[in-house]
């Protein structure tokens, strides 16, 4: 019988979190033998290849392609996981919700001091992604079946979410699993 | 005083005295009701109601509600446990509550309460709203991002540190902790060593210079829970 595949993405998050994966060690060799990766950074697979067991989502949603990406998950994804507290809550990059994004952008292209900028340019390429309004948790765009919060979660809590929910058994993480930072 | 009062917490008989609360008593008999804004020795302000119990079967706040003789409270139900849930996570998206960059993480109330509840994430959509931060002072801050309105640093900068420096202003939304000065908290006669600056149940009202002092794992809910040191008391 074919392994069941289990797919994984960074949007608006730091890599932290997919670091945090790794960080279950020598355990990986067991998770190979479990499940096969499929759209993930793991494998640098860029397209879903099939229907996947587990979605991890590291990140929320701070532009447009970050929502397309995530939609993309639910559709391809029976379990959808979101991973970190970017993803649950928005996480650092959600600090500029109280900030109007046009004052963000001025911050970053024109007014912070270490910007140089002679041509007063402000990136607008039609290949980039529009920035949202605001950055959203994932839960907010999509439907999620679990959380993991964490920042990152440890690669304990990462492990024990995999292996229950791989063995249809109730995600049930122990108090010292559940950390907000 | 003697313990001359006898009533029931979810079917277990406890002795009380006369003028005591039920979050009192039951604190003293061992039995643990979740509670955000009571503290020990300060005046109830009864404003967070994590701590609503069953009495009579009618809800009422622990931390405020005297003890009457023969009263049934019901306290750890799963209704109780419910509403005390959704308490919490309203607390978590109406403020902005960053958990990983907070000096208090570890060692605040409402994060822990979160965990004791097992919460990995609320299930409510998150406000973001515009709050701000008085660094003005040049040993203690106000980060009202974090403040949940439990008016413990009011009581204890009033009724003992006898200064009044902070009290709330506005109302609904738009309440807010406010500092007892023509402009900001620098202009207030607060000092680090008042009892208001150690009573702030999150990371809202804080010395400066002394974060993240204490490593992780070492911080008091890294590994017990709260109300832990409530339940393992000896009961009497
Ligand atoms: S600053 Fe802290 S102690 Fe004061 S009302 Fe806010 S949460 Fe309570
Ligand atoms: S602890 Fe009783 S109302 Fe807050």
Redesign the pocket.
Known sequence: MDKPKVATTSLAGCFGCHMSILDIDDRILKLIELVDFDKSPVDDIKNFTGQCAIGIIEGGCCNEENVHVLQEFRKHCNILIACGDCATMGGIPAMRNNIPLKECIDEAYKNSPSVYNPKNITPNDKELPLLLNKVYPCQEVVKIDYFLPGCPPSADTIWQALVALLNNKPLDLPYKLIKYD | MSDNITFTIDGVEVKARHGETI?EAADRAGIYIP????MKDLI????????TVMVNGRPQ????QPVVQGIVVENNTPAMQKHRRNLIDMLFVEGNHFCMFCEKSGNCELQAMAYRFGIPAPKYPYMFPDKDIDASHPDIFIDRNRCIL?GRCVSASRDVDGKTAFEFAGRGPHKKIAVNAEANLGDTNAEASDKAMSVCPVGALMKKRIGFAVPIGSRKYDTKPIGSEIESSTRK
């Open positions: 979050i509670r955000l804004c009571y109830p302000h009864g404003s967070c109601r994590v701590c706040a622990a931390c405020t439990c």
